[in-house]
């Protein structure tokens, strides 16, 4: 399990970068780094495990290869969580494994049994390197739950829809606007489309 391939995944922004280990048929396991490591951290432990694995080691973004977010926008922990579950959906991964290493308390050791109690059935082991678990009072879990899913499942929805933008006529896209939102006059969205929308050549 010495030798590794470099892989990369394309998001919005650029790409996520990850090291491989192992057969690619063999058992997926996610390997996750922590704060401020990137892929690296794995480099000495992933020779000393099973060898029937096949083990992939993300960069998550800003951090080793991984490309950064745009300047001014924050790194956000629920974004980690999705920089996972986009890795996961382009492996083409149901079930998985996910290993998780931090020694700091800091959002990112919590990144792994975060993504277990969003998707728990994604992940068949969570295995915790110098981490905490993810603890909420019971009275908060189900809300938390259903909001945050919500969020990145219609965020990786979104994105996968993603088309170039459609041309319309001036009075198709006002009517589009009108459609949209039953409160605007025809001379309000009219107003709001002189700066809202963008003439090309086909519309």
Known sequence: LGMFSELKFPVPWGHVAAKAWGPSEGHPVLCLHGWLDNANTFDKLIPLLPRDCYYVAMDFSGHGLSSHRPAGCSYHFLDYVTDVRRVAAALQWRR???????????SYCLISPQFCFLYPEMVDKLI????LGFLLAPEDTEAW???KRRVIDRLLSLEAKQQAPK???PEAALQRLLEANSHLTAEGGAI???RGATETPTG
């Open 167 to 169: 041309a319309r006529s």
């Open 128 to 131: 915790l390197l110098e981490s």
């Open 145 to 147: 739950l259903k909001s």
């Open 192 to 194: 709001l489309l002189q």
């Open 96 to 106: 998985f494994t996910l290993m998780g290493h931090s020694m700091a308390f800091h």
